[in-house]
């Protein structure tokens, strides 16, 4: 039969230019498939269609003509088009380029590359009927989970799941009786991979990606070709549909189906990005559709599966992924509460003063600037409170820092209990303490100044060799309602000034900013 197939040179310049990721032929192999002269190969007219699918924009029309030049071709393309499998009811189509039109281009395209390639029964070596079964189940499978899970490559993963293994072919043409005596069944297709990896360096999934470039299909297609035996564990949904495709297809053929499902629901039950019920629907449909496409195919129809116990199975496996998924999502729950906590303690150090655990001045200095801002936008009051303790230096100096420090932190919560819900009190430095009063006016202002200074009055900060240590403070209060400041740090130092008043004024007292101090030293 007469063959377009490349020379070995042409096809190793498309692999290496076209698919550079495609993992280059073991040297003696390699030589030896460019000396075959009986490897599968397509009637011209097949090999036609394949270099119109490669077009920027093929047409339909040019498909019909390439394909009405080989009777025996268009009949099968006119039979498959007038299938049940494809008419769906339609009127029977009678010329090439309607069954091309009802077929589409991908149906096509896999009609013409299985056309003239060996047949069931053309070897006692291998079982070339079991093949082209696989063929079928595995071209059906990958349309199928494609649809669900990468619409868009439906019809050519259909295509590649039909010529994935058309390697065995190839192994056995060049190497005829060493293949056929040396490999074990091909039911067992991980072994049998295997052997071929010890016999020629690679298995048949790489030889087949070399054939069917030299055929001159899509680099695309001869690259899924060499990836279609890898690992389920693959985020690609392409890559998923056709090596699972080749399980479905090795379960639905193994002598105990059962079992080997019950196997490969268990390796997918660990896969996130497949639903198991899916899986189970696109089984049930793929045995109702499988007769009519053995028949299509001429092939003997493969035997059906129990989809009853597959389901009973699915469903408890569901059931136990759930539990897993339940579980997974509670240890994230936690974990996440655990971060959250761990980051709200950061976060509560990186704001709080670690000796007085209130505020600490760069977090008082941020949420003061929001606060202005808000007020200055909604024409709101606020006010500020800065307080002084008076005469802390002599306290350090009689009583130690280990002492001042102990005054402080009675002092900061003191001043934490005495401020309202709204209010914001923090350390600014040192014995200076500052007061956010956001919504407060000149006289509630005063009213907290007046309330702190009763409460040092009354309420000793510290014991000094049994006698109690009262302390004093002076505080200076500026409000937005006295006058127009233009920035936080103006209102601040306002604050400042006026508590610096009280200072010169004798201490323990509370004094407003006026804008007549403006420019004074304090």
């Known amino acids: 039969m007469p063959t377009d197939r490349m020379s070995t040179t042409e096809s190793d310049s498309v692999i290496g230019l076209t698919t550079p990721a495609l993992p280059p032929l073991p040297d003696t192999l390699r030589l030896r498939l460019g000396d075959c002269r009986t490897l599968p190969s397509l009637p ?159 298995d048949h999934s790489l030889v087949g990606a070399w054939l069917a470039l030299s055929w001159g299909v899509p680099a695309s297609m001869a690259a899924g070709i060499a990836e279609s035996h890898g690992p389920l564990e693959d985020g690609n949904p392409k890559r998923l549909c056709l090596r699972l495709s080749c399980r479905i297809a090795d379960g639905w053929l193994a002598h105990a189906p059962a079992a080997a499902f019950s196997d490969l629901l268990h390796q997918l039950a660990l896969l996130e990005s497949l639903d198991i019920a ?15 496409l053995a028949k299509l195919f001429e092939i003997t129809c493969p035997p059906e599966i129990n989809s009853t116990l597959l389901l009973a199975e699915a469903k408890e496996l569901l059931f136990e992924q759930n539990l897993l998924l339940n579980q997974r999502l509670a240890d994230q729950r936690h974990e996440l509460e655990s971060l959250l906590a761990r980051h709200d303690a950061l976060d509560e150090q990186h704001r709080m003063d670690h000796l007085t655990r209130l505020a600490n001045r760069p977090w008082l200095e941020k949420l003061l600037v929001q606060h202005f801002d808000n007020a200055q936008l909604g024409n709101r009051p606020l006010s500020v409170m800065f307080i002084d303790l008076d005469h802390f230096k002599r306290i350090n100096d009689l009583y130690g820092h280990r002492f001042g420090d102990e005054v402080l932190i009675r002092f900061a919560s003191a001043l ?94 509370v004094a407003h900013y006026e804008a007549s101090d403006r420019g004074q030293a304090g």
């Open 416 to 509: 934490e209990n005495m401020v309202r819900e709204d209010d914001i009190a923090g350390r600014y430095g040192g014995e200076e303490f500052l007061v956010i009063m956001p919504n407060t006016r000149r006289d509630q202002a005063s009213r907290l100044g007046d309330r702190i200074r009763h409460y040092l009055a009354s309420q000793p900060l510290a014991q000094t060799e049994g006698d109690p240590l009262h302390v004093t403070a002076s505080i200076g209060i500026a409000s937005l309602e006295d006058t127009e400041f233009d920035t936080v740090s103006a209102m601040v130092d306002a604050a400042d000034k006026a508590m610096y008043g009280v200072k010169h004024d004798g201490r323990d007292g």
């Open 278 to 292: 899916m899986l189970v629907s696109v089984l049930e449909d793929l045995q109702q559709r499988l007769p009519t």
């Open 44 to 202: 011209a007219a097949a090999a036609r269609v394949i270099g119109l699918a490669r077009a920027p924009e093929p047409r339909l029309a040019d498909f019909a003509t390439a394909i009405e030049q080989d009777p025996a071709l268009t009949l099968r393309l006119l039979s498959m088009a007038n299938s049940a499998y494809f008419s769906r009811g339609g009127n029977r189509v009678v010329t090439c380029h309607d069954a091309v039109s009802r077929l589409g281009l991908d149906a096509t395209l896999a009609a013409a590359m299985s056309f003239g390639l060996p047949r069931p029964g053309a070897s006692d070596e291998l079982e070339y009927d079991y093949l082209w079964q696989r063929s079928i189940i595995a071209a059906l499978a990958a349309q199928q989970l494609a649809e669900q899970l990468c619409p868009a490559e439906a019809g050519q993963l259909f295509t590649t799941g039909l010529i994935q293994d058309i390697g065995i072919l190839t192994l056995e043409a060049v190497d005829a009786d060493r293949y056929a005596n040396h490999v074990p069944s091909l039911r067992n297709h991980d072994k049998l991979r295997e052997t071929e990896h010890r016999l020629y360096g690679c």
